[in-house]
């Protein structure tokens, strides 16, 4: 059973900045795949930023204003958020894939409002 447990997110103003971050009880670095979802009141869940084999993959919507990155032990994933909007405001997951399974972690919210 692999832990997922994100943090980072908040309050924050139209055009400001956060960083989330996903801790795992297990290396990234023996994870499928490592991902950042987003789910707003609603709607459906969406990928928002990912690392595969040859390099990083971000939405459309977020691309240029967000960046996912795993820090050098392969233990923390983050996904920097600049240039915040209002439609950005959701719960944000982590999620990763070991073994063949999908792990999740709770969420952590965003809200972007003035």
């Known amino acids: 059973q692999v832990q997922l447990v994100e943090s980072g997110g908040g309050l924050v103003q139209p055009g400001g900045s956060l960083r989330l971050s996903c801790v795992a009880s297990e290396s990234f670095s023996s994870s499928d795949f490592l991902r950042w979802y987003r789910q707003a009141p609603g709607k459906q869940r969406e990928l928002v930023a990912a690392?595969?084999?040859?390099?990083?993959i971000d939405a459309d919507s977020v691309k240029g204003r967000f960046t996912i990155s795993v820090d050098n032990a392969w233990n923390t994933m983050y996904l920097q958020m600049n240039s915040l909007k209002p439609e950005d405001t959701a719960v944000y997951y982590c999620?990763?894939?070991?073994?063949?399974?999908?792990?999740w972690g709770q969420g952590t919210q965003v809200t972007v409002s003035s």
């Open positions: 690392i595969a084999v040859d390099g990083p």
């Open positions: 999620n990763g894939d070991w073994r063949g399974r999908a792990y």
